[in-house]
C-alpha cells in the first residue's frame, strides 16, 4: 500500500508515526501513575576490582514492572521520561532509594560505592547539586560513596557545560564516572578538561576483545590514556572467563557483567556481598597464615 500513490505513502506513514505518539502517551501515562504510586524497583549489579575479585561498588538500575504493558525495560521508559520531564521526580527517586541500600550495606559493614546513571537533562536542571546534597545528608551517606555515571556522548553533546558542571560536583565530593566510554566521540583534550574519577568502557568493546585483533589494542589505548589521567578504568558487559582475561591483559582496574551477577533485586544483591566479602576475607585470611 506503500507503493502506491503518493498520498497512501503519507498516509502510511502518518499512521506510523501515529501509533508510535499514542503508544509513547501510553508509556507516559503509566510511568507517571508508576512514579506516583511507587511502584518502580532498583537493581544493582556488583563492580568487581579484577586483581582480588573484591566487590567495590553496586550499579544502580531502574526497572519497572507495568500490570498492561509488562516488563518495560529502561531504555525504552528513560528516554520518554527525558522526554517529559518525568526523569527528575525518577532520577531524585533512584538517587535516594540507592543511598538508602548503600547505607544499609555500610551498616552491616560492607564500604563500597553506589552507582547511580544521571542523565544530563537531570543534572543541568535547576538544584540538582542541592537534591544529591540533601538526599546524602538525610540519608546519613558520606559523598565520596556516591558515583553519578554520565554518558560520554551526553557530556560531548553539552561539551561547554559539562566542564562546569563537573567540576561542580567534584567540589560536593561525589565521584563521577564516564558511562559508556568509547562510543561518544569525545577527544582527548576534552577528556583531560572534564574531571572525573573513573571510565566505563563500553560493553561493545568488550564483545568485540574475543573475536577482533585490534580490540585489545583499543582497550590496551584507553587503558593507558586513563591510568595516565590518574582514572581508574572499568569494562561494563563482562560476559566470559575469556574477556575477563583479556582484559586483565589490558590492565583494566575494575569488571561489571553477566559473569559475576546480573543486576539483581536488594536482598540478592546483598546476599551475593556476604557471600564475595566472606571469599575474599578467607583469602587474605589464608595469606596472613602463610
Ligand atoms: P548503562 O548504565 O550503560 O547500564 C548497563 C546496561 O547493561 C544495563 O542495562 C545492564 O543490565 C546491562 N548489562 C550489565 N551487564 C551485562 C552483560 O554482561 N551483558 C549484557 N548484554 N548486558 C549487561 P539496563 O539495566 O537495561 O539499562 C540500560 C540503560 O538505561 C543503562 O545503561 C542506563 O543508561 C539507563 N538507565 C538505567 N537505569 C537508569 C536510571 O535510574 N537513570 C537513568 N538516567 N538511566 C538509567
Ligand atoms: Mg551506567
Ligand atoms: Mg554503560
Ligand atoms: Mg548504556
New binding site residues.
Partial sequence: AAKSAGGGRFQFFSEGLNQKAQERVAVEAALREALKKNLLT??Y?PQLELREGRVVGM?????WHDETLGTV???RF?PI??QTGL?HQ??AW?LREACVQCKRWHQEGFPLSVS????IK?VMQEGFSEMVVGTLLEVGLEPKYLDL?L?ESMLMEKAAESVALLRMFKSLGVQISI??FGTGYSSLSYLKNFSVDRI?I??SF?RDVTVRDDAVGIIKAIVAIGHSMGLQVIA????SLEEEEKLQLCKCDQV????HA??MPAPEAGAFLRDAFARTAAGAGKEESL
Fill in positions: 532498583v537493581h549489579q550499579e544502580a538500575l531502574a526497572r525495560s529502561p531504555a528513560i521520561a527525558e526523569i525518577l532520577g533512584v547511580v546513571n544521571v542523565s537531570q555515571e554518558t558511562d559508556d566505563k563500553d560493553q568488550v561494563e558487559g563482562v560476559e561489571q557483567g553477566y559473569l546480573r543486576p
